[in-house]
């Protein structure tokens, strides 16, 4: 919501800005925070999408909606961002001098841009630091099973960075004369842009195709599941993120032999117990009895 707000007001002073001075560095920037707009309402409607109840078509729930909509969100970015920066960069190159007009109304727009996009930044930044624990924060964004703050975190980034870009651009052209600088300042903001937009859709795709618990957390359902009373050891595990919050395990376990099947009834449902109350998301768990076989030892590995 900080982003969204902050990039609503930033792309009406921007356009407001391009109005003034007919700069394509300006003109730039404020399709980026149109773009940006656009994709933190993207991201709201795939939370709330996640939120719907399952149905027989899609049993374990529609948490996938978060991934989705956050590669969506890459793609407009790269598209609408990236592509046409640099497309209007290049186009005010061939078009040959262009005259810039009312440079203080740019750089004050973008000195209000840059205020408003590091309110964002920041308030990304105190959200995501619980998560991210004693990770970098490119460990975090890579390994961040939830969409949402890694594409805030990195679209603010590139916004900042962005809005120093066009300010160099604006300012050197108003300093030498020479509107090539506004041009140039425009296509490296859409090389930035394209940059930052690839980094997600690979991400997101990652996220879409499926990934498994970090390694932290399989380690402790391992853990979790070897403790239990009559449960021996785990023989074969698969877990899978079906939505930010929600995890998919399944694995075959080995037993103490001679146990009816009450008893081991009994020892699943514990073990299903304690993983829930060891895993901070919400839990869908399948274990099957199993015993080793020496014939297939890559069973018995995750």
């Known amino acids: 919501m900080a982003a969204l707000f902050a990039n609503l007001c930033i792309a009406i002073a921007k356009f407001v800005g391009y109005a003034f001075t007919s700069s394509s560095s300006m003109l730039a920037e404020a399709i980026h925070s149109v773009a940006d707009t656009s994709n933190q309402a993207l991201l709201l409607l795939g939370g709330r999408r996640a939120a719907l109840k399952a149905t027989p078509d899609h049993p374990f729930g529609h948490g996938r909606e978060r991934y989705f909509w956050s590669f969506i969100v890459a793609l407009v970015l790269f598209t609408l961002g990236g592509l046409f920066a640099i497309y209007e960069g290049w186009h005010k190159l061939s078009e040959g001098s262009h005259e810039i007009s009312n440079v203080q109304w740019a750089i004050g727009i973008l000195v209000l841009g840059i205020i408003l996009e590091g309110y964002s930044l920041r308030t990304a930044v105190k959200q995501s630091r619980p998560l991210k624990g004693q990770a970098t924060w490119w460990q975090f964004i890579r390994r961040s099973r939830s969409p949402e703050l890694p594409v805030v975190l990195l679209e603010d980034l590139g916004a900042l960075m962005g809005l120093v870009l066009a300010l160099l651009g604006i300012s050197i052209a108003a300093v030498t004369g020479d509107s090539r600088w506004d041009a140039y300042g425009t296509i490296a903001i859409g090389v930035l842009l394209v940059a930052i937009a690839t980094v ?101 590995r995750d």
């Open 200 to 300: 997600l859709v690979f991400e997101m795709k990652s996220l879409l195709i499926g990934e498994s618990a970090v390694a932290p957390m399989r380690k402790t359902i391992v853990e979790v599941i070897t403790g239990t009373e009559n449960i021996d050891a785990v023989l074969h595990m698969r877990t899978q993120h079906i939505g930010p919050d929600e995890l998919l395990v399944a694995a075959k376990v080995q037993l103490t032999p001679g146990l009816d099947t009450a008893g081991v009834a009994t020892a699943i449902n514990r073990a299903e117990q304690r993983i829930r109350e060891a895993i901070p998301i919400e839990c869908i768990i399948y274990l099957e009895p199993d015993m080793f076989d020496p014939k297939h030892p890559s069973l018995a």
